[in-house]
């Protein structure tokens, strides 16, 4: 007997009706949900916008470990036992709109909710898939390849039929700490992608879903 295949959800949807154990913050530029060190008690939800996760090192050099957007969670280190402390500053980029759930209503609805139980074990499963593509992105491939495949990511292709979009605004810098590259490399980078048409850069990044053909040429 083939099985039901899972039932999707919107996750949205289910944490704004949840009311209590949850709250809405609408959040400017460069606002800061939480700090590296901070006590891990929630978890949190993208409504609209965007969220960058920043860790620092001993010596205060800092990392973009993460970029978040429109339906992804952040903050899901607060349900593994032992973690109880925040690895990385999370900043808005741009106005953005974000969900606080409180870290014992998430593990109430795991264990009552099959739906929500299915839908977030999806979620973690592409998470810990994308950090896997993400080595493999640093060890095996150019600087190049790197840089667009960050600026395809970032422009959400997956979740949008339109052939061009617009990503939040990054410095040349943050995007070459993402890429791992220096910020000559990356302006170069950027300067040849807009003659080649696939992207738009004039401060904003228009990213064109031609941009792929860098990633599977030789």
């Keep these: 007997m083939p099985r039901k295949p899972l039932k999707k959800i919107d996750f949205g949807e289910v944490l704004q009706n ?8 609408f959040l400017d530029d460069k606002s800061i949900f939480y700090n590296q060190g901070d006590s891990a008690e929630a978890l949190f939800y993208v409504v ?3 969220v960058k996760l920043v860790a620092f090192s001993v010596s205060g050099k800092e990392a973009i470990i993460g970029i978040c957007g429109n339906g ?3 903050g899901e280190g607060c349900l593994i036992a032992g973690q109880s402390k925040r690895p990385s500053d999370a900043v808005a980029i741009g106005p953005a709109t974000v969900l606080k759930i409180e870290k014992k209503l998430v593990l109430r609805l795991l264990r009552d909710d099959q739906a929500f139980s299915n839908s977030f074990l999806a ?3 592409a998470r810990s898939k994308r950090i896997e593509d993400d080595l ?4 095996f491939n150019s600087s190049e390849k790197r840089l667009a495949r960050t600026l395809l ?14 990503i939040p605004r990054l410095s040349q810098a943050s995007l070459a700490q993402m890429v791992g590259a220096s910020r000559p490399r990356v302006s170069q980078f950027l300067n040849k992608f807009r003659e080649l048409g696939f992207i738009e850069y004039n ?5 064109n879903r031609s941009l792929i053909k860098v990633l599977l040429k030789d």
């Design 153 to 166: 990511l970032l422009a959400n292709f997956d979740k949008d039929d339109a052939s061009l979009a617009v």
């Design 18 to 25: 949840l009311g209590a154990g949850t709250a809405e913050y």
């Design 72 to 74: 992804q969670f952040f």
């Design 203 to 207: 401060g904003d990044i228009r990213v």
């Design 136 to 139: 493999i992105d640093q060890l």
């Design 123 to 125: 979620h973690l499963l």
């Design 48 to 50: 609209a916008g965007q």
